[in-house]
């Protein structure tokens, strides 16, 4: 199968040399990243162009850009992993509708785009009889979307709630186990190279409410929107808090939540018993699923990182190449 | 309700069939032998939840039996649930927001745990309900938002079934 890559950051850079690694009878035939680009229909040399990235901060021709290689490139799957834009969901969400309108499969890591423009885009991509996955959009390295589309297929999903974002998750749990104030953990947590400069995306719940839109709309459908998302998030927790609620046998962690029958759909700090199977420590995920079959399932993993995001999509481009590919 | 019957077989059972007859709810039954009882009498106390305006009728039926109450006491609200409210607690009148589950004559605080760690500090507190019914909780846990958003308090709820 013939893949284009787009972005080449801390994600695309993982795919790639995992692609490059693993012999999956993946050829990435064009990348780019911001400002450059590399075409080879034989089969890009990935170690030469990762090793231009480090030296001179981009990949290849400055003449070559992203559009150049979606538009008229070779390839039979879009791999998108530039970064996500909130707002606007650009550029990625161009580059995703000129993959499909070629009927080029598309597998991302993006979240602006689902979260924004599910619908339009899973409409275009039937209407022309390709894929689109983005596995990697919630949860990193964790198969939340295999497992409800294939695991657990015929089941109805009755709610959801979980732990989408790690950078919270590890900031409640210095603070439980430290009684650190939430400045002191989030310093803690920046040092440790799990916070951004600007923490808001992730600690007002944002970037998990974002994740939560994006499994509504996957599951049932229903056009939620991130403004539809009751949010709170942790930046006014206590460390009093915590030790009061430790007193009880409990703790506090950033729940994203969704009920389409109660119509809940929320992302705030809970209190939690510290036997609860969505209480772990550090910067993992987890996902609870309520089901008519299969009841209770819960998913535990890492949330982000380059080579566990790119299992995801790996995961997401195999799909694609045994279901919808024609191998050779 | 603490019970005193005759030790006699049967008798068990037709105390116990009183309690669903009325629609009654058997949480637990102790039952012992003490010494310094008379031989023919047995003590028993069951644990029980009982709908509404149902107590009389049970009383009266247990009291055909030949049952002696020797003791009811009543545990109104079984419902319980711990929030943790942030924010200036003392500022905001706190006396006023546990007035306002207090009032509702279907749910109350029973116990508030607070932490206050400097003047014009946010402070810290937890706070037990107790209610008569799952909806019942869930309709002062929603007094409690309200409030809380009215005085920009930060709430902090179960996750459902927890606390």
Redesign the interface.
Request: hydrophobic content about 40%.
């Given at each position: 199968m013939k893949v284009a890559l787009i972005g080449l950051g801390s994600v695309g850079r993982g795919v790639a040399e995992m692609i490059a690694r693993k012999g999956l009878g993946i050829t990435i035939t064009g990348l780019a990243d911001s400002t450059s680009g590399v075409i080879d229909p034989a089969g890009i040399n990935i170690p030469g162009v990762l090793a231009n990235k480090k030296t001179q901060g981009y990949c290849g021709d400055r003449n070559i850009s992203a559009e150049d290689i979606i538009k008229t490139g070779d390839y039979d799957t879009l791999i998108e992993v530039t970064p996500t834009n909130a707002l606007s969901g650009e550029p990625a969400l161009g580059y995703i509708k000129a993959a499909l309108l070629r009927k080029k499969h598309v597998v991302t890591s993006n979240k602006g785009p689902i979260a924004l423009a599910y619908k339009e885009l899973r409409a275009l991509a039937r209407k022309n009889g390709v894929a689109l996955r983005y596995e990697a959009t919630v949860a990193g390295a964790i198969p939340v979307m295999h497992t409800i589309e294939n695991g657990l297929a015929g089941n109805e999903i009755l709610a959801l709630?979980g732990v989408l974002n790690g950078t919270c998750n590890f900031i409640l749990t210095r603070m439980a186990a430290e009684g650190l104030t939430y400045e002191q953990a989030l310093m803690e947590a920046r040092k440790m190279g799990y916070a951004e400069a600007d923490p808001t995306y992730d600690v007002q719940g944002i970037d998990a409410a974002i994740k939560l839109v994006i499994l509504a709309n996957t599951i049932w459908g229903n056009g939620a929107k991130l403004s539809d998302v009751d949010r709170?998030g942790i930046d006014?927790?206590?460390p009093?808090?915590l030790?009061?609620?430790d007193?009880?046998g409990?703790t506090?962690r950033l729940?994203a939540?969704a009920n389409p029958h109660r119509h809940l759909l929320r992302v705030?700090?809970?209190?939690?018993?510290k036997n609860?199977p969505?209480v772990f420590d550090g910067t993992l995920n987890a996902l609870t699923l309520e089901t008519d079959m299969a009841k209770e399932i819960t998913l535990i993993g890492k949330g982000a990182g380059s080579i566990e995001t790119a299992s995801a999509i790996i995961g997401d481009l195999l799909y694609i190449r045994d279901h919808h590919v024609k191998r050779p | 309700m603490k019970l005193e019957m005759k030790d006699s077989p049967g008798q068990l059972v037709a105390v116990l069939k009183p309690i669903s007859d009325v629609g009654g709810n058997i949480i637990a039954v102790i039952h012992q032998r003490e010494p310094d009882l008379h031989d023919d009498t047995l003590n028993v106390q069951i644990v029980l939840e009982l709908p509404e305006g149902q107590r009389e009728r049970l009383v009266g039926l247990l009291t055909e039996q030949g049952v002696h109450i020797q003791r009811i006491g009543e545990e109104r609200l079984l419902y319980q649930r711990?929030?943790?409210l942030?924010g200036h607690l003392m500022h905001t009148d706190l006396s006023d927001t546990v007035d306002q589950i207090d009032s509702t004559g279907f749910a109350e605080v029973c116990e508030l745990?607070m932490?206050m760690?400097a003047v014009n500090q946010?402070?810290?507190?937890?706070i037990t309900l107790k209610a008569l019914s799952h909806e019942d909780m869930d309709a002062a846990i929603a007094i409690l938002r309200r409030v809380s958003q009215q005085k920009s308090l930060?709430l902090?709820?179960?996750?459902e079934g927890?606390?």
């Open positions: 709630y709170t006014l927790l206590t009093d808090a030790r009061l609620a007193e009880e409990c506090i729940i939540e705030s700090p809970r209190i939690l018993d609860h969505l | 711990t929030v943790i942030i745990s932490s760690p946010r402070s810290s507190s937890r930060l902090i709820e179960p996750l927890c606390a």
